[in-house]
Every structure is written in structure tokens, then in C-alpha cells.
């Protein structure tokens, strides 16, 4: 499978997800996949505490922990409203720590300049780790 059609697959995979968990209203999703083409996927947690709430990203980081898989790709989708369009986060600073365990090539979502998808390797978003 291609580096695009894996890519294509995680954003069909947290768009569904934001769907069927955010029927309203805002919504957000991640996607990890691993070398062993398993997909594990995360929404963040609530709380009205905002000091407790941990990234979108971090439920399939620690999945994959869990299953021991390296990580190859991570993708986090939001949107803000039901009939807004779905857009892509970069990994903040502290997730990309978090998936720099498994090496500088993994490669994370990003948005051109014009709006489309796009991967980048960790060593390439943050040149100067």
C-alpha cells in the first residue's frame, strides 16, 4: 500500500469517526498507523477542567504503546461545526515528542498552503530537534 493511500485511508477513518462520535457540533479525531497496518484511532477527553484534557492524539499513541507496534503515521482531523469543513492539526510540540519514540521518519498530517493534505516526516517539521 501507498504512502497516499494509507494517508487517504486515515482521514477516511477519523472523518467517520468524527461523524458517528460528533453527530453536532464541533468534532475530532486522530489516526495512528503502524508497521503492522494496524490503524488505531482517538478522540480527546472531556473535562471542565481544561487543565486535565490531553491531546486527540494521545489515546492511539498509548494504543499503540500498548500493542508494542511502531508507529508510521499519525493524522489528527477536526472541524468546527457540523457543517464546517474537516481541516488537519499538526502534532504540537509535546505529541511530537510522544511519536519521536519510535524515530524522526514518522510521518505526520499537515496542511499545504493551499489548503490540501499532506505527511511530513517528524525530522522535516521540526528540523532542529
Known amino acids: 500500500m501507498s504512502n497516499k493511500e494509507i494517508e487517504n485511508k486515515m482521514f477516511d477513518i477519523a472523518v467517520s469517526l468524527i461523524k458517528q462520535r460528533y453527530p ?3 468534532g475530532g ?3 495512528i498507523r ?3 497496518n494496524s490503524y488505531f484511532s482517538s478522540v480527546p477527553i472531556e473535562s471542565a477542567n481544561a487543565s486535565v484534557l490531553l491531546c486527540i492524539e494521545t489515546g492511539a499513541i498509548c494504543e499503540a504503546h500498548k500493542f508494542n507496534e511502531k508507529v508510521t503515521h499519525c493524522l489528527c482531523v477536526v472541524r468546527d461545526s ?3 469543513p474537516f481541516k488537519v492539526l499538526t502534532p504540537c ?3 511530537q515528542e510522544r511519536l519521536r519514540f ?3 521518519d514518522v510521518r505526520v498530517g499537515a496542511t499545504t498552503d493551499n489548503g490540501e ?3 511530513v516526516e517528524l525530522k522535516n517539521l521540526q528540523p532542529f530537534h
Do not use: P, Q
Open 24 to 26: 453536532v457540533g464541533w
Open 29 to 31: 479525531a486522530a489516526v
Open 34 to 36: 503502524t508497521e503492522k
Open 82 to 84: 457540523a457543517t464546517a
Open 93 to 95: 510540540g509535546v505529541c
Open 102 to 104: 519510535w524515530g524522526e
Open 117 to 119: 493534505l499532506m505527511f
